[in-house]
């Protein structure tokens, strides 16, 4: 079962929307085949909710996420993580410090899902406007619903980003 790991910094906002999503794609849209699918944060603190702003935009989604609980990124997730999706190139930066054998499997989302390559980071919207985090979970959304895509095409960490 592929094992897809989604990482942002406190795995309250913006890692919990592309989980959710790709979570209720697949089970929606979805080629059969299961995923595990999971988040987690850089700087996460260990059972912190996801934002209620989250929970709000996703409710809208048919999405509950009230059982989240942030999870910080350890050695074990990302041992056992097939493709790491991060936010920003810090995220990459800061994953690859601390994991180096994670390089071969950690790309940034919008990249590996090939849109909008001009500007590969997807901004925190952590402590901003409702109208914000909306803005947040559209950038998702289109990254989202083309690394479905790619998932049922076979599309995966070996192959690399798509637009290269």
Same mark, same amino acid.
């Given at each position: 079962m592929p094992n897809i790991l989604f990482v942002c910094? &406190?795995?309250t906002c913006r890692s919990v929307m592309a989980e959710a999503l790709l979570r209720h794609y697949w089970e929606q849209e979805g080629d059969g085949r299961e995923l595990?699918?999971?988040s987690a944060g850089l700087a996460a603190i260990p059972g912190d909710q996801a934002s209620e702003h989250v929970h709000t935009l996703l409710s809208e %989604? &048919?999405?509950d996420v009230s059982a989240h609980e942030a999870a910080l990124l350890d050695e074990a997730l990302v041992e056992k993580a097939e493709l790491i999706l991060v936010m920003t190139a810090r995220h990459k930066e800061a994953l690859l410090a601390r994991f180096p054998?994670? &390089?071969p499997k950690t790309y940034l989302l919008k990249e590996f899902a090939g849109t909008n390559a001009s500007n590969p980071d997807i901004a925190d919207p952590f402590g901003c406007s409702l109208a914000k985090y909306r803005q947040t979970l559209e950038e998702i959304r289109e990254s989202i619903t083309k690394l479905m895509i790619r998932?049922? %095409?076979g599309g995966g960490a070996d192959e690399g980003r798509s637009g290269q």
């Open positions: 910094t &406190g795995n595990k699918i999971s %989604e &048919g999405v054998q994670a &390089g998932l049922k %095409e």
